[in-house]
């Protein structure tokens, strides 16, 4: 019986109102009514539909007996529903569960479950509505991004994630013993798109970074999503616009495509930037928190909490420039009638503070190797970076953005464990 049907999704199933299908998935939610019928509300992963069984059909005590998650597959007629949340019915005429589901399913997590629970069972989490979104919307955004790079002609190119080479310095390198050598999981993967641009001309790449970070913020995973992008024979003005262009492709295409998941987590605020975005110096931001009885030592970094205060002010994203070089990685290049700042730049945006960090690079050779001297690094072990510098070397600058914050910032989650898959905290490598 089962097998004759049209197995469709439940993200197609309007396009098949008025037809006997078959979709198959998982027991999302059941309602008794009386001892005759039943409700359900079943999951295929893209998307979830209603189900009325009545007890005169094959499989019916099969289903009535099973609990929560079984697995099954459902045939019968759909209809469009205005009043059910999901605006489609599927009227049962068979059912059949393939594999059940046990009575603990309804123990192990609970609307009031502490956050280290709900981390323990994340692979049970994940089957929920909002954050089985998150994961389907990730997937969207990644390909925003691509389509982004593919119209500006960038290629897209798989740097190695094990590396000798330190991108950010040494404070959040994760070691990893290779043979009888030490390794370090990347940090960015800046350093490789930068030596592969004269083979390949702009590239991109978009794979996981690693940080050791020894506290636990609202933003900071030690292992994340990065977007980096680096372009060849530009000039600062350009890249501060190319993420502009990012900025405003994602969002445009979130709009249009994603409206429903924006619904979900009640985004009703979401707007396409206006060109240019608002910049602001490092010099500037110091005034603008000094006039609110907040202190920077000048030269420090500004904090997270501080970060978001100056956002949230303007509620738009904001261009932060001209940090103090000390406070930047050794590949920076300098502005040139001002040495002491970088030509580097980051996004912040409301809610979270930074998404973006990048900036021009020193393209000089003298310059790279001396800078590379300060920080005591093996020039051994960076010769397949600089020999760009000393083979056709070009103006070039690129930038990279955080995937897991760029959807805290998109769905306006409170925490960026919500917006991974599986997270990775300092204490916690499970699951
Ligand atoms: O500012 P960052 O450290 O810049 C770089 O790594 C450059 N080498 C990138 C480049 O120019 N190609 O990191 C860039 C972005 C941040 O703005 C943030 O969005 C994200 O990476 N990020 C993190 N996201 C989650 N958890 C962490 N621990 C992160 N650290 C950085």
Redesign the pocket.
């Known amino acids: 019986m089962i097998s004759m049907e049209k197995v469709v999704r439940v993200s197609d199933i309007k396009n098949h109102v008025g037809e006997n299908v078959q979709i198959r998935g998982w027991m999302h939610l059941k309602r008794e009514h009386g001892k005759h019928m039943l409700f359900l509300v079943v999951r295929d992963g893209t998307g979830f539909v209603q189900v009325v069984l009545r007890d005169n059909i094959q499989g019916y005590n099969e289903v009535f007996n099973s609990y929560r998650e079984a697995s099954v597959i459902i045939t019968g007629e759909v209809s469009e529903d205005k009043r059910s949340p999901y605006g489609y019915e599927i009227r049962a005429n068979g059912v059949k569960v393939v594999s059940p589901s046990q009575p603990t399913i309804e123990e192990e997590i609970q609307p009031d479950s502490s956050v280290e629970l709900l981390l323990d069972k994340r692979h049970l989490v994940v089957r929920g509505e909002k954050a089985s979104a998150v994961l389907r919307y990730t997937d969207k955004l990644l390909r925003y991004l691509r389509e982004f790079c593919v119209e500006r002609d960038l290629t897209e190119v798989i740097p190695p994630v094990l590396t000798k080479a330190a991108?950010?310095g040494g404070a959040?390198l994760f070691p990893v013993k290779y043979f009888d050598d030490t390794a370090y999981l990347t940090?960015?993967?800046?350093?490789y798109?930068e030596a592969v641009l004269p083979a390949l001309g702009d590239v991109y790449c978009i794979q996981k970074?690693f940080?050791a970070?020894h506290h636990r913020t609202r933003?900071?995973?030690?292992?994340?999503?990065?977007f980096?992008?680096?372009l060849a024979f530009i000039d600062f003005g350009d890249l501060i616009r190319f993420a502009e262009d990012t900025i405003i492709h994602i969002v445009k295409r979130t709009l249009e495509e994603d409206y429903k998941t924006l619904e979900l987590f009640g985004v009703t605020d979401l707007k396409v930037p206006r060109q240019p975005f608002r910049r602001m110096t490092y010099a500037e931001a110091l005034d603008f928190f000094k006039s609110r009885g907040v202190s920077i030592e000048p030269g420090m970094d500004i904090e997270e909490s501080k970060e978001r205060l100056l956002v949230d002010h303007f509620g738009e994203p904001v261009f932060l420039t001209e940090f103090p070089s000390v406070q930047k990685?050794f590949?920076f290049k300098r502005k040139e009638s001002d040495e002491s700042l970088a030509q580097a730049v980051?996004?912040l945006v409301p809610t979270v503070g930074?998404?973006?960090?990048?900036?021009m690079?020193e393209d000089d050779y003298d310059k790279i190797i001396s800078r590379l001297r300060e920080i005591n690094a093996n020039l051994d072990d960076y010769r397949w970076y600089t020999d760009f510098r000393k083979y056709g070397s070009v103006p070039h600058?690129?930038?990279?953005?955080?995937?897991?914050?760029?959807i805290e910032w998109i769905l306006r989650l409170e925490h960026?464990r919500d917006a991974t898959l599986f997270p990775r905290f300092i204490n916690r490598l499970l699951p």
Do not use: V
């Open positions: 991108c950010e959040t940090q960015s993967s800046q350093l798109l970074s940080r970070e933003r900071h995973l030690l292992e994340y999503y990065h980096e992008p680096e990685a590949y980051d996004l930074e998404i973006i960090g990048g900036g690079r600058g690129g930038y990279g953005l955080g995937i897991e914050r760029t960026i």
